[in-house]
T-cell receptor, first 114, second 109 residues
Framework: DSGVTQTPKHLITATGQRVTLRCSPR?????VYWYQQSLDQGLQFLIH???????AKGNILERFSAQQFPDLHSELNLSSLELGDSALYFC?????????????FGPGTRLTVL | KNEVEQSPQNLTAQEGEFITINCSYS?????LHWLQQHPGGGIVSLFM???GKKKHGRLIATINIQEKHSSLHITASHPRDSAVYIC???????????FGTGTSLTVIP
């Protein structure tokens, strides 16, 4: 158990819908990272938050947005969903601001868009 | 163009064999990570290294910064080592990550 929690575990929805994925980092970790893992693209970095502020963006679509709240949990919002958004979405946390520190991964949320 | 290349893509080994997985990258990095993903999907960070060599149990990771290359070695492989091993690099701005496509390892008893 990494100490990182993600909800829900599974999510099935329809095209055009909007969903919210939630991540709670390990106690004391200020950084949260979001990743997408699809069958054809592998793992991709989406976005990084540190202590409530966005620090870096990767391959995140404009239809996707994220935020980190004062209690340090983070939410990833996916809107106008398309079939191609079906993937595993992981969050990870670390106790540092920069990327050269160990990250602890949550169990992931499996999103299926029908 | 992939910033991180792994080889081989698939690997089957007999229990007890010595295994090597390779990772080459093309960007300047702050650190390189080796991750393990089991069939259930969960990801575990095995190593994070920016120079030299690290060892944890039967796992050894090395990195050569000049050659932009890292290797993950598994000694005395065991069926429970069967998983996908993913190489990831943190860019030297500290705020970008690039992933290899993974090496799927199957260890046969």
């Amino acid at each position: 158990d990494s100490g990182v929690t993600q909800t829900p575990k599974h999510l099935i929805t329809a095209t055009g819908q909007r969903v919210t994925l939630r991540c709670s980092p390990r106690s004391g970790d200020l950084s949260v990272y979001w990743y997408q893992q699809s069958l054809d693209q592998g793992l991709q970095f989406l976005i990084h938050y540190y202590n409530g502020e966005e620090r870096a963006k990767g391959n995140i679509l404009e239809r996707f947005s994220a935020q980190q709240f004062p209690d340090l949990h983070s939410e990833l919002n996916l809107s106008s969903l398309e079939l191609g958004d079906s993937a595993l979405y992981f969050c990870a946390s670390s106790n540092q601001i920069l990327g050269y520190n160990e990250q602890f991964f949550g169990p992931g949320t499996r999103l299926t868009v029908l | 163009k992939n910033e991180v290349e792994q080889s081989p893509q698939n690997l089957t080994a007999q229990e007890g064999e010595f295994i090597t997985i390779n990772c080459s990258y093309s960007v300047g990095i702050s650190a390189l990570h080796w991750l393990q993903q089991h069939p259930g999907g969960g990801i575990v960070s095995l190593f994070m290294l920016s120079s030299g060599k690290k060892k944890h149990g039967r796992l050894i990771a090395t990195i050569n910064i000049q050659e932009k290359h890292s290797s993950l070695h598994i000694t005395a492989s065991h069926p429970r080592d069967s998983a996908v091993y993913i190489c990831a690099v943190g860019g030297n701005t500290g705020n970008q990550f690039y992933f290899g496509t993974g090496t799927s390892l199957t260890v046969i008893p």
